[in-house]
């Protein structure tokens, strides 16, 4: 028995009393991919990203852990709500236009000391203020850097079009503007390599691809690693008690734990390690969350049809953007169908080996995504599920 069919069996018999549409996390190897980032972190505390994870349990599991601290949110309301529950750090990573969660922020003491908002434009700042409704208590702010690398001059951008702040000069600026401000407090700078940290570099039948991207990274590193030093250094001019300079992706852990400019490491899919991060050299995770969709049809030899699964993740639309079928190994969409919103028929042999009522097990494309698509998540150990816990859709929390 291969190490996936072992997993398939194992998962079968944890939920043999369950009916799918089912999502599970596998402990073990959830608790291996936390081992891993920490290792990769190489002593720099991991703050784990709560998109990725959108359950407060397994939040609340990995943070008890040596090698990780705080929480990087991406909504305000979200982050108010965390905080609420007794999460004390917490780094929004994104500039907010909320503004009855602002007026909240700004009236709460609790609330004003646990959560640190991004800026990257003093237009922002003046958002925060409109919105105070009386609120006098003190905003935390992080700064955000643009990380995209620019070739020719500038002609050609590689990276995610985040803050439109670059040079040591335009973030410093934006820092003196903080300071000069009454009612905020710089505290924090952040700088998310995506186009490290999030794309794959040993792409399936794609080695010339996968040169390029790793050579595109090589020269990224590089550039980010002197720029961001240079702003660090800038900014800390600013600010001398900045607390923490934020870095990296689950991608790029130690390549940006490298850094002596940054403190603290971003990461949070590596716990659930989704099909996007199977193309990495860098490191190699256990997938660790999966759903699994039943047999509801036989339509013939070498089909079945499985009850939705129409998981798509965010991002350019394609074919890698879907689920894979993982469970039992060998399956395939059917090209005229794919992943359907009701009903998704599966090509391959081991189609002929399951019956109506089995399950298929899938693997999301993105890692947190999938909780918005399931209440609960049944916490597996060994061939067991041994805790059952809602995601924030089970909480009734959707926050985007």
């Not at 105070?132 to 990276?159: F, M, N, P, Y």
């Not at 860098?282 to 036989?298: K, N």
């Not at 391959?348 to 693997?363: E, T, Y």
Request: hydrophobic share 45%; charged share 25%.
């Amino acid at each position: 028995m291969t190490p996936r069919a072992a997993d398939r069996a194992r998962y079968d018999r944890a939920t043999a009393h369950l009916d799918a549409p089912v999502a599970v996390v596998d402990l073990e190897a959830f608790d291996a991919n936390a081992d891993d980032l920490v290792r990769r972190a190489g002593g720099k505390p991991v703050r784990v990203a709560s998109k990725s994870v959108r359950c407060r349990a397994l939040l609340e599991r990995v943070l008890a852990r040596d090698g990780f601290a705080g929480i990087m949110s991406f909504t305000l309301d979200e982050s108010l709500w965390l905080a609420r529950a007794g999460f004390d750090d917490v780094l929004l990573a994104y500039p907010s236009a909320d503004r009855a969660a602002y007026s909240e922020l700004a009236r709460d003491a609790k609330l004003a000391g646990a959560v640190t908002v991004m800026v990257d434009d003093p237009a922002q700042l003046d958002l925060i203020d409109r919105a105070r409704d009386g609120g006098a208590e003190e905003v935390r702010v992080c700064l955000e850097l643009d990380t995209s690398l620019h070739l020719l001059g500038g002609r050609v951008r590689i990276g995610a079009r985040r803050s439109p702040l670059r040079t040591p000069a335009q973030v410093a600026e934006v820092a003196r503007s903080v300071a000069r401000r009454p009612g905020f407090r710089l505290v924090g700078l952040m700088a998310y390599e995506g186009h490290v940290a999030g794309v794959g570099d040993a792409i399936a039948g794609r080695p010339l691809r996968s040169r390029a991207v790793r050579l595109m990274q090589a020269a990224a590193r590089r550039e980010l690693a002197a720029r961001r030093a240079a702003v660090v250094a800038a900014v800390r001019a600013v600010a001398p008690d900045l607390e923490f300079v934020n870095g990296g992706g689950t991608g790029s852990v130690q390549h940006t734990a490298a850094e002596d400019a940054v403190t603290e490491i971003a990461a949070g899919s590596g716990l659930y390690v989704p099909r996007l991060f199977d193309n990495y050299t860098s490191f190699t995770g256990r997938p660790a969350a999966l759903f699994a969709q039943p047999v509801v049809r036989r339509p013939g030899v070498g089909v079945v049809t499985v009850l939705g699964g129409g998981y798509p993740a965010s991002g350019a639309a394609g074919c890698d953007r879907l689920p894979v079928p993982y469970l039992p190994e060998g399956l395939r969409y059917d090209p005229q169908e794919g992943a359907g919103e009701v009903q998704t028929p599966l090509l391959g042999s081991p189609a002929d080996d399951l019956l109506i009522g089995d399950k298929v097990w899938f693997r999301h494309a993105k890692a947190g995504e999938l909780c918005e698509r399931f209440d609960a998540l049944h916490l597996i150990e060994g061939d067991r599920v041994t805790a059952t816990v809602p995601t924030y859709r089970g909480e009734g929390r959707t926050f985007l």
